[in-house]
Nanobody, 119 residues
């Protein structure tokens, strides 16, 4: 079964760090643009960061720019989100998404991982 699995979420104090991982199963990420999204309670899902296939082009939401870093390791078939200087407003369920660079109808979401920033 094709799937994306996120991990690394948890409870962290304000100012702390977490590193999220997204691993692909039964397909290879090297043909997919990847992104991280998040959804806080009562809010719509929002885009957090994107990364191109080769990892040479990244983009970030203004709210996380300078604090979050997206990266990928195609050899390990995984994508990461390093989150530093976390704020309570970063609390959300974080999802990774894969979109095929040629056949965009091939796209997959992970099940999400909870990140809670609280003292």
């Amino acid at each position: 079964q094709v799937q994306l699995v996120e991990s690394g979420g948890g409870l962290v104090q304000p100012g702390g760090s977490l590193r999220l991982s997204c691993a692909a199963s039964r397909f290879t990420l090297s043909s997919y643009a990847m992104s991280w999204h998040r959804q806080a309670p009562g809010k719509e899902r929002e885009l957090v960061a994107t990364i191109a296939v080769a990892g040479d082009n990244t983009n970030y939401a203004e709210s996380v720019k300078g604090r979050f870093t997206i990266s990928r390791d195609n050899a390990r078939n995984a994508v990461y989100l390093q989150m530093d200087s976390l704020k309570p407003e970063d609390t959300a369920v974080y999802y990774c998404k894969a979109v095929h660079v040629v056949h965009s109808q091939l796209n997959y979401w992970g099940q999400g991982t909870q990140v809670t920033v609280s003292s």
